[in-house]
């Protein structure tokens, strides 16, 4: 089974960038849809972005036109760019992956990573 490890989270400032990262062992991120989530505390987890295995893309509508997902099948890891970072946007990040072909941000993914920290502020 796969297993996936997030990185690149951080502590930035309201309007700056971060990208993570999400690297995938166990199995080649060509054969999954995988998406990123978060959770912010005391809040139910988010589907943020997804991409399917044949490369539809579905977007949060709070997250869209800032960030972008992307899968990179040579290095089989999944990312997530995110611009214009808002406080709002404070979370556990974590990345999921899934044998279906399109799951969309429904959180029915199968993998899960452990989740690495965003923490946005003003």
């Known amino acids: 089974q796969v297993q996936l490890v997030e990185s690149g989270g951080g502590s930035v400032q309201a309007g700056e960038s971060l990208r993570l990262s999400c690297a995938a062992s166990?199995?080649?991120?060509?054969?999954?849809?995988m998406a990123w989530f978060r959770q912010a505390p005391r809040k139910g987890r988010e589907g943020v972005a997804s991409i399917g295995q044949g490369g539809v893309v579905s977007t949060s509508d709070s997250v869209k036109g800032r960030f972008t997902i992307s899968k990179d099948n040579a290095k089989n890891t999944l990312y997530l760019q995110m611009n214009s970072l808002k406080p709002e946007d404070t979370a556990m990040y974590y990345c999921?992956?899934?044998?279906?072909?399109?799951?969309?941000?429904?959180?029915?993914?199968?993998?899960w990573g452990q989740g690495t920290q965003v923490t946005v502020s003003s």
């Open positions: 999921a992956a899934s044998t279906q072909s399109f799951l969309g941000l429904a959180p029915a993914y199968k993998y």
């Open positions: 166990g199995g080649t991120v060509s054969t999954y849809s």
